[in-house]
């Protein structure tokens, strides 16, 4: 896509410090991570969230997410990985990828509940878990 910054590393139009390639994705260093060795995995296909590509195409992308995390744990000799996607984050970038960071007993980082930084507006489970299930399709 034109003025993506994912696309324009996987064009090879920028640089980056790839750490895994195959035909459908792309494993790099975010040179912005909140921790060493904080990697990224996109499909090179172009899409903004997950609705953009095939279950296919999600398992291929899962797929070498797996294959980077193992790395990642066995360089930095972890088994704790904080992994996870910004989907439709406005202050991203708009193509799917997802976050790879190595932690570490004691590190001072929160689990993924943490992260919005806000408590819970409804605690009506039951309702909240009724109307996801009647939009699922």
Known sequence: MNGCIFCKLVANDIPSYTV??????????????????????ILKKHGATIHD????????????????????????GTQILSIGINHGEPQGVKHLHIHIMPRFEGDGGGIMQSLPGKPLHNKDFVSVANAIKANLK
Do not use: P, Q
């Open 20 to 41: 895994y390639e195959d035909a459908d994705t792309r494993s790099f260093l975010d040179i912005f991570g909140a921790t060493d060795g904080h990697a990224m995995v």
């Open 53 to 76: 590509y095939t279950n296919d195409e999600l398992g291929v992308l899962w797929s070498a997410a797996k294959k980077v995390a193992a790395a990642i744990e066995k360089t930095y």
